[in-house]
């Protein structure tokens, strides 16, 4: 099993930037892939961004240009750098850990972006 705790979440005015961390524990595959979604109100969950054990990343086109994901493996945390944040991306984000078979969730944390 693993766990997946994140933090960094809050209010920021548009323009600004936040940096969110996930941070795993447990059993982790040296083949898995890391993920942020999130789901806004009233609307579906997104993936954000993606990035696998071996770095490869994958990003939304709505967050193009703007957000970083990132990881630190011998801390097993992934983060997502957010800049120049619209109210568009306010949502509560949520961690994914994947490998074949198997999905772990955080518990997510809330980002509002507004002035």
């Known amino acids: 099993q ?3 705790v994140e933090s960094g979440g809050g209010l920021v005015q548009p323009g600004g930037s936040l940096r969110l961390s996930c941070a ?4 982790i595959s040296s083949d898995h892939a890391m993920a942020w979604y ?4 009233g609307k579906q969950r ?3 961004a ?3 054990s071996g770095g490869i990343t994958n990003y939304a086109d709505s967050v193009k240009g703007r957000f970083t994901i990132s990881r630190h493996n011998t801390k097993n945390t992934v983060y997502l750098q957010m800049d120049s944040l619209k109210p568009e991306d306010t949502a509560v984000y ?3 850990y994947h490998k074949v078979g198997y999905d772990s969730w955080g518990q997510g944390t809330q980002v509002t972006v507004s002035s």
């Open 38 to 41: 999130r789901q806004a109100s």
């Open 50 to 52: 993606s990035i696998t």
């Open 94 to 96: 949520s961690c994914n």
């Open 24 to 27: 795993a524990s447990g059993l």
């Open 46 to 48: 997104e993936l954000v």
């Open 2 to 4: 693993v766990r997946l």
